[in-house]
């Protein structure tokens, strides 16, 4: 049972009136593991975020968290359940302070049902979590209006919203897309100590580099397809991948 | 001896937003004073006034109802043209208990917040999937189909109305009502929208997406948003039902939709306090105007677009961040 996958993704088809953006999918993801998915544009990992986030619909297929099937729960009854994410495009609330931004998730049932609803101290447990990713503590940051913050901090900010949920799952959708080399290998360490925590992660990405580093398991879609699956090196000598990034080989 | 200019908020700010302590009673006088005189100045204005200009403090507070309602709504992201939707639906749920069931009006009012509030809930919660200008289009379309459905279904009096009804039993209440009402909800809103929910509703303004992803039910939410401002919005329906002791067709007009948003936008939308200063403005404004007769609208609406060129981000805002910035003259030691 210890062994069991945490999310099991089973033939998950989903098409967008003649597009299919994704086309019988089949993976899994255990606790503790940490599971890049890599394709150029287009290819459909976001669609895959959403489909186990519960944005989309399937068209067709099964997905499973903690051995239930959820393929057609809303949104927000996936998070109960435990999976969190965070948006490629940043979605923080503007008009409100960084550490008031996580004030909604820590509304949630799930926090309520984890900590026992502790009105009134959201705020210290906002701001530790804050501190957690990478807020400095004597500074002013966090106090300030998310819609003045610079894109590293807004990209912290996703993170911490999704940590402040006690998730068992984590799709990060490209988070470091937009950051500099200095920033990723600041927030590396918070993904590495997530993973120790024993939560799965799942990151899209497109910096490959820093995401071989880190994954235990790489898999790679192109054209809605899972054309590979293994580690860094075994994903890298595959034929398929070659062909989606470089081109086809013409003798 | 030297002196320096000094902001006064500085030091108060910071003693008395984490730590709750105040050093004098300056402090404490200019912390609390724009709370209680605005508190005094609704209450004791009637005294002083006509009883024509006493119609329109009562009108005033019935505008600042609704629009302190269309304010609840557009904090959440939905933006309102309807307003005469819980308007109308108050007061012909009051109007039908008094003439059909000869219900008090102690009774009718409570009983057309709480059920005309579900019922606008029931009829609104299809729409709040829709964003932005289609929330709106839908909510501006529901009044008139009201009216139309009474005028042409010929229920509850047709184009008649229903006339003859109960006034309520102490004519000072016909003040008093609406404005202690329209305090209650202004303190209650601003309080709840301070809170940890409404921090909440503010999320969904600003993002639905970013909510749902944090694991709440933003259905939920924006009923509840939805009944809190249909009922007070009925209240003002209903209240005014037994003043013209009659309910027809005009209780849907257009008026009750527009001058709560036009309210809004000249005293400072997503504040509450704006909404009713803005009442308090533009209802005077225009029982003033009335005396240019047909050029009313025209200088009524040249003030419009004065307040809201000059101060695009209305008249309260402005006022609340002039007394922040208010200065003394300190000795430098």
Redesign the interface.
Same mark, same amino acid.
């Given at each position: 049972m210890h062994n069991s996958p945490l999310l099991r993704v089973n033939n998950i088809t989903k098409r967008f009136g003649g597009i299919t953006a994704v086309n019988e999918i089949t993976f899994e993801i255990k606790k503790g593991e940490l599971l890049g998915v890599i394709g150029p544009n287009g290819s459909g990992k976001t669609t895959l975020a959403n489909l186990i986030t519960g944005f989309v619909k399937p068209t067709s297929g099964t997905i499973t968290f903690h051995g239930k099937d959820i393929h057609s729960l809303p949104p927000h009854k996936r998070v109960l359940l435990g999976i969190a994410r965070t948006f490629q495009m940043v979605k923080p609330f503007y008009q409100l302070a960084a550490y008031k931004n996580l004030i909604i998730p820590l509304c949630s049932q799930r926090v309520k049902d984890m900590e026992g609803g502790k009105y009134g101290e959201r705020d210290d447990i906002a701001l530790d979590l804050l501190e957690e990713v990478g807020f400095e503590r004597d500074s002013r940051v966090a106090y300030k209006p998310a819609s003045i913050l610079p894109q590293g901090y807004l990209k912290r900010l996703e993170l911490a919203k999704a940590i402040a949920l006690f998730p068992d799952l984590i799709i990060l959708d490209e988070l470091f897309s937009g950051l500099s080399l200095a920033e990723v290998a600041s927030i590396i360490p918070i993904i590495e100590k997530l993973r120790v925590q024993g939560k799965a992660i799942i990151m899209i990405e497109h910096r490959l580099k820093e995401l071989f580093r880190i994954a235990d398991r790489i898999i790679v879609l192109n054209f809605g397809e899972k054309i590979a699956e293994g580690n860094a090196d075994e994903v890298m000598e595959s034929k398929a991948v070659k062909n989606a990034y470089l081109g086809a080989e013409t003798e | 001896m030297a002196k320096r200019k000094e902001r006064i908020d500085r030091g108060i700010k910071v003693r008395s937003d984490d730590i709750f302590a105040l050093s004098s009673w300056r402090e404490m006088l200019y912390l609390s004073s724009p709370r209680v005189l605005p508190i005094v100045i609704i209450l004791f204005l009637a005294i002083f006034l006509s009883p024509y200009w006493q119609r329109v403090l009562l009108s005033v507070a019935v505008f600042g109802i609704l629009s302190l309602s269309w304010d609840m709504l557009n904090q959440t992201g939905m933006i309102s043209l309807g307003q005469s939707l819980f308007f109308g639906i108050g007061a012909y749920f009051a109007g039908t208990m008094n003439h059909y069931f000869g219900w008090h009006p102690f009774l009718t009012i409570p009983f057309a917040m709480i059920a005309g509030g579900l019922f606008c809930t029931v009829i609104l919660m299809p729409l709040v999937r829709l964003r932005g200008i289609y929330f709106s289009m839908t909510t501006l379309i529901l009044p008139i189909f009201f009216e139309r459905l009474i005028e042409a279904a010929r229920i509850f009096g047709g184009t008649e109305g229903l006339t003859g009804l109960q006034s309520l039993p102490y004519s000072w209440l016909e003040l008093y009502l609406p404005l202690l009402f329209l305090l209650i909800v202004l303190f209650g809103f601003r309080r709840f929208m301070a809170s $940890?929910?409404g921090?909440?509703l !503010?999320?969904i303004? $600003?993002?639905d997406?970013?909510? !749902? =992803? =944090?694991? %709440?039910? %933003?259905n939920i939410y924006k009923a509840f948003v939805l009944f809190m401002a249909s009922a007070v919005g009925c209240f003002a329906g209903a209240f005014i039902t037994h003043v013209y002791l009659f309910v027809g067709m005009p209780v849907f007009a257009l008026d009750y939709s527009i001058l709560p948003i036009a309210s809004s936008v000249v005293g400072g939308v997503g504040t509450f306090a704006g909404p009713v200063l803005g009442a308090f403005i533009l209802v005077p404004l225009s029982e003033i105007l009335r005396q240019f007769g047909g050029l009313r609208i025209v200088f009524y609406g040249m003030f419009l677009v004065i307040f809201i060129v000059a101060l695009p981000d209305g008249i309260f805002p402005y006022i609340q961040r002039k007394y922040q910035q208010f200065e003394r003259w300190v000795e430098v030691k």
């Open positions: - | $940890d929910y921090l909440v !503010k999320g303004h $600003d993002n997406q970013s909510v !749902k =992803s =944090s694991g %709440i039910n %933003i």
